[in-house]
């Protein structure tokens, strides 16, 4: 049987945009699917395809595999391997497509040839690669002459989101921890810190309170009069500072509040 190659026209009334071979970017689909009733059939596309499954489960196919796979996924496919995708039953399934010539940029996202890669996605990224797909829209919407350029910044913030959000969360984790301790240490005489740490971070006063609580064992208030103290004995004991030198530098309202820190009592 001879498999068709390129790319199939989605069912009826599907929202989809579709370009020509001089941009890198081939093909747009997104919304609601059902491939129960109208599965993507088994065919050769003519580029790299990005396939992500927000929501809903679908089975794909290739000569070689028949994998079952659930949102949200990432699913890029080789443009040397032959797939289609159908549903193990009758569901709403939501999807974001896009495909673009060439391989990744990526090293980590470039499937073997012939063969296609499933990544799970954590679900906090799925307004971000929502929002990414509808970039790419706009931008083709535009067909101005720096299409050529913004599609292929756009693809380069796809497969860094794409990657970012298949990580673990320990290392993400790790990595805003040390974000967090490099702030803290080159802001040291603010004096309400936690409000300006949440605003670096992104984060709520709440969820910044569990985030260090659960990596460090500490608040995140207390941790930043932790590494103030700290910086504080250093340029006492290593640089010969004064007492009263060292507490305006780092923002104490009186020696006293640092004599009592550095003491062991909380500082005002």
């Known amino acids: 049987m001879t498999i068709p190659k390129g790319t199939l026209s989605p069912p009826p009334g599907r929202p989809s945009w579709g370009g020509g071979e001089e941009l890198p970017l ?3 689909g997104w919304g609601m699917r059902d491939f129960a009733k109208d599965p993507l059939a088994f065919h050769y596309d003519l ?3 990005y396939y992500l499954v927000l929501r809903g489960e679908v089975v794909v196919t290739t000569e070689k595999t028949r994998q079952t796979v659930k949102g949200p996924v990432a699913l890029l496919f080789d443009p040397g ?3 289609g995708i159908s549903q193990p039953s009758q569901s709403s399934v939501e999807i974001l497509v896009w495909i673009w010539q060439g391989q990744p940029s990526l090293a980590d996202l470039r499937p073997s040839a012939g063969s296609f890669l499933a990544l799970n996605l954590r679900p906090g990224s799925v307004p971000t690669l929502t929002e ?3 970039r790419c829209r706009n931008e083709v919407a535009l ?3 720096q299409l050529p350029r913004t599609l292929a910044a756009l693809r380069e913030l796809l497969e860094v989101e ?5 990580q673990s969360a320990p290392a ?3 990595m805003r921890l040390k974000l967090a301790h490099a702030w803290m240490a080159g802001n040291l005489s603010i004096h309400a810190p936690v409000p300006a740490l949440c605003d670096y971070l992104r984060m709520s006063p709440s969820t910044l309170h569990r985030f260090f609580k659960a990596r460090t064992g500490i608040s995140p208030g207390a941790y930043f009069r932790r590494i103030k103290t700290d910086e504080a004995r250093r340029l006492i004991r290593e640089e ?3 007492v009263k030198a060292v507490a305006y530098h780092l923002g104490y309202r009186h020696p006293n509040d640092l004599s009592r820190a550095l003491s062991g009592e909380r500082e005002e």
């Open 143 to 145: 067909a101005d002459g």
């Open 132 to 134: 990414l797909h509808s």
């Open 47 to 49: 580029g790299t395809n």
């Open 26 to 28: 081939l093909y747009l």
């Open 162 to 166: 794409i990657l970012r959000s298949n």
């Open 240 to 242: 010969g500072w004064q």
């Open 172 to 174: 993400e984790d790790e």
């Open 81 to 83: 391997c032959a797939f």
